[in-house]
């Protein structure tokens, strides 16, 4: 292993591997792809704080916790159903929710998990299942590993080498699923290194809901220990529409690293929606490719963090074809001694010409000693394009506190109603009344818990 990224923990990584490939029942296309990764994984080594994109990411917490390396060994059944119904007993699901995946750790949990559609028009296949010979994802899943390099970054080797669990989402063409697919990725605090992977194919002409949802067990006590390092690849067709709600919301003491990349066909529409509700350290890379023409994305994200959380938001829209359209909306609230880092490219080709894109990212602190770490950026190499970027930090408007005070609020009423009107937005644009309760009633769970501890903290 070469550069500055090398560290003892990589290290231990590296080691484990020989033993995980050896349990794991792979596909040889899956054994190839892992040894490749973690070829590349050996020579990047783990990110450090003097890359530019990790400049501000304090990724030192990870050589603390040690998290060891999966086993490969998949747990007991009825191990993974009492985790798994626990879960669910402690965190119930929106009232409108239609199909659903239930895994733990990474490991798929069958029993818990219900795929329902007429004439098979929703297909989700276990990556579990490969090395099954009657199974279709015998082979390697086209688009699988296309949008994500092992080469380019760590983060994603290291998924690619020790992935567990996930599998292959596929909506048929001109089918509309008109409930929420709700994907629960459940965390039991064992500590260690968990890697699932998703791979999204929205047929030409399709319309879905996918809710990806990350959450620790039921057990209070562990506060969600571990590191998850998830991968998810979307591929949208033609005339396809895509809303995709992303919900992190585990322990205080979870690490998460997230990495969604997504590639858009001519016309199609793609909704992006990120919640980081909990965790200690998180960390979203999301990348959008706008391959054709009349392709437009919106990516609205939320971050809410209070104690010594650390969100991270990477953002990259790239407008490849003419007549593209983006929209990016991302706000923060941080109390406490929480931080946060938003970075946001819009790259345009050349001769990508028509271009319509905005980017914005609005910033609420409620303590001196929060911060955030805010840099949008355009990157425009064509001259018939309408782009615009731009962001804002600060407090809450004092003259606004002042007049809901004078009208018979208390201070932390105000203070309440005032940021929770500024974070309304991002919920309000959810589709369904269900699904938008439910995202509502996580970011007040979450604000409350910010708001209050903010409140007793010393300025």
């Known amino acids: 292993m070469k550069g500055a990224g090398k560290t003892s923990l990589a290290e231990t990584w590296i080691h484990a591997f020989p033993a995980f490939a050896e349990t794991v029942n792979d596909a040889p296309w899956q054994r ?6 973690l070829a590349c994984f050996s020579e990047l080594g783990l990110p450090h704080t ?48 239609g199909s659903r995946g239930v895994f733990v750790d990474g490991h798929y949990c069958p029993a818990l998990s219900s795929f329902e559609s007429e004439a098979s028009r929703l297909q989700f296949l276990p990556f579990s299942e490969s090395a099954k010979s009657d199974q279709a994802i015998s082979t390697r899943p086209p688009g699988f590993g296309e949008l994500a390099s092992p080469k380019q970054d760590a983060f994603t080797a290291l998924n690619t080498a020790f992935a567990q669990g996930g599998g292959l989402l596929e909506i048929a063409p001109n089918h509309f699923e008109q409930k929420p697919i709700h994907l629960m990725f459940i965390a039991s605090g064992s500590g260690e290194l968990v890697c699932p992977r998703l791979l999204v194919r929205a047929g030409e002409g399709s319309r879905a809901t996918v809710v990806m949802d990350f959450l620790s067990g039921a057990e209070e006590s562990n506060h969600g220990k571990g590191l998850v390092n998830e991968l998810s690849e979307i591929f949208v067709e033609e005339n396809a529409t895509l809303e995709c709600i992303v919900i992190e919301r585990e322990g205080i003491e979870g690490l998460h690293i997230g990495n969604l990349q997504t590639h858009q066909k001519r016309d199609s529409r793609l909704h992006l929606h990120t919640f980081s509700l909990g965790g200690g350290l998180v960390r979203n890379e999301l990348g959008a490719r706008l391959a054709d023409t009349g392709a437009e994305v919106h990516m609205r994200g939320l971050y809410l963090g209070s104690g010594n959380q650390h969100m991270d938001n990477h953002t990259l829209v790239d407008h490849a074809m003419p007549h593209t359209t983006s929209r990016q909306i991302y706000k923060g609230v941080l109390g406490e001694n929480a931080r946060g880092v938003f970075r946001g490219l819009v790259h345009v080709r050349p001769d990508a010409q028509k271009i319509d894109s905005s980017q914005s990212n609005m910033n609420l602190l409620l303590s001196d000693k929060a911060r955030i770490d805010t840099r949008p950026q355009l990157e425009i190499h064509a001259d018939d394009v309408k782009c615009s970027h731009g962001s804002t930090i600060g407090k809450l408007d004092e003259e606004a506190l002042f007049y809901l005070r004078s009208r018979g609020l208390s201070e932390p009423d105000a203070r309440a109603l005032l940021t929770e009107g500024f974070v309304a937005e991002i919920c309000d644009a959810l589709e369904g009344d269900s699904l938008r309760s439910f995202a509502q009633a996580l970011v007040m769970d979450a604000l409350a818990s910010c708001i209050g501890n903010s409140a007793g903290a010393p300025e």
């Open 32 to 37: 190839a792809l892992r040894e490749e990764a």
């Open 50 to 97: 003097k890359l530019e994109a990790w400049r501000s990411t304090p990724l030192g917490v990870l050589e603390r916790l040690m998290p060891p390396a999966p086993s490969g060994r998949v747990p007991d059944p009825e191990s993974l159903l009492a985790t798994g119904r626990a879960a669910l007993a402690q965190h119930p699901l929106p009232e409108a929710i």
